[in-house]
């Protein structure tokens, strides 16, 4: 996931001060991460499925330009 900070601030409109990191997370067949912020758990998840659909869109933009 190595945009998911910019993912954080597009999508979500989350502005993360400190290091993102994530622990990988699942609810029955969502599969995801949960957001570290600083060292300390959040309640964020990011499922893998709105992560790729969200990095598709960002390539699609890319091969307009």
């Not at 959040?42 to 890319?62: F, G, I, M």
Request: aromatic fraction near 12%; proline fraction near 2%; hydrophobic fraction near 35%.
């Amino acid at each position: 996931m190595k945009y998911i900070v910019e993912y954080l601030e597009e999508e979500m409109n989350i502005h993360p001060i400190g290091e993102v990191t994530f622990v990988e997370c699942s609810a029955g067949e969502e599969v995801g991460y949960t957001i570290v912020i600083g060292g300390k758990r959040t309640t964020l998840d990011v499922w893998w499925s709105d992560y790729a659909t969200w990095l598709e869109k960002k390539l699609e933009e890319k091969k307009k330009n």
